[in-house]
């Protein structure tokens, strides 16, 4: 976003995006505005929920980088001491209420993209850690004490294995992005490979509703445009 695009859309608390929708598709939003208000959901100012503080860092080809930041009390906008580090994009940084620290846990973060994102083709990674179990070769002095150690034994078997590297295995903890909504939307998936409770997770994941659908009906067609 550019500079104006912070101020216009994120400086202003009261800015209605459903109403700007209506605007722009019929020219005349009294009508039908007061149905669909807050169907959209709050958007982006739902972030201090569980924020005290939110950075939004953006860097648009028309416009230099910009930072703006808000309490919800007062916003700023300034220009990036660091320059054009994003090369284009966006990144929005939450500073996180005491009693919000839960939303930092991979487990809880993997349950809400489950529950809210799994079937948007729009693709999520998370930063996660694993470990794994590597051979790493021995250092020389490492070495040297083993050979110390094993003076009394049996030298033929040492001649053998001269040649091979000595290694040990030790634990590494390696960081990454992983894409975490990785279930292929239902009508991208042939029918006979989707599975009932497929379908209704699905139902309830856009529906909000706790119970599972009455029918479903899928089908595939093929021809100029498939669908």
Avoid: C
Avoid at 17 to 28: C, Q, R, V
Avoid at 66 to 88: C, H, Q
Avoid at 133 to 159: F, M, R
């Amino acid at each position: 976003m550019t500079k104006q695009d912070l101020e216009t859309n994120l400086g202003t608390i009261a800015k209605s995006g459903t109403i700007e929708f209506l605007e722009n598709i019929s020219g005349d939003p009294s009508s039908t505005s007061s149905d669909l208000i807050g169907q959209f959901g709050v958007g982006f100012y739902s972030s201090f929920l569980v924020a005290d503080r939110v950075v939004v860092t953006s860097k648009h080809n028309d416009d230099k980088q910009y930072i703006w930041e808000s309490d919800t009390s007062s916003f700023s906008i300034v220009e990036d001491p660091r320059g054009d580090t994003l090369l284009r994009g966006t990144t929005i940084s939450l500073f996180l209420k005491e009693e919000a620290q839960d939303f930092v846990n991979e487990d809880t973060l993997k349950d809400l993209v489950k529950k809210y994102s799994q079937f948007i083709n729009f693709p999520i990674y998370l930063w996660e850690s694993k470990t794994e179990t590597v051979e790493e070769p021995i250092e020389d002095d490492e070495v040297e004490d083993e050979e110390k150690l094993d003076d009394d034994d049996a030298t033929v078997e040492e001649d053998i294995e001269e040649d091979k590297p000595k290694t040990k295995k030790v634990e590494k903890t390696t960081w990454d992005w992983v894409l975490v909504n990785d279930s292929k939307p239902l009508w991208l998936r042939n029918p006979k490979e989707v599975e009932d409770n497929d379908y209704n997770n699905f139902y309830k994941a856009f529906s909000k509703e706790p119970q599972n659908p009455l029918a479903k009906v899928h089908f595939t067609a093929e021809g100029e445009v498939t669908f």
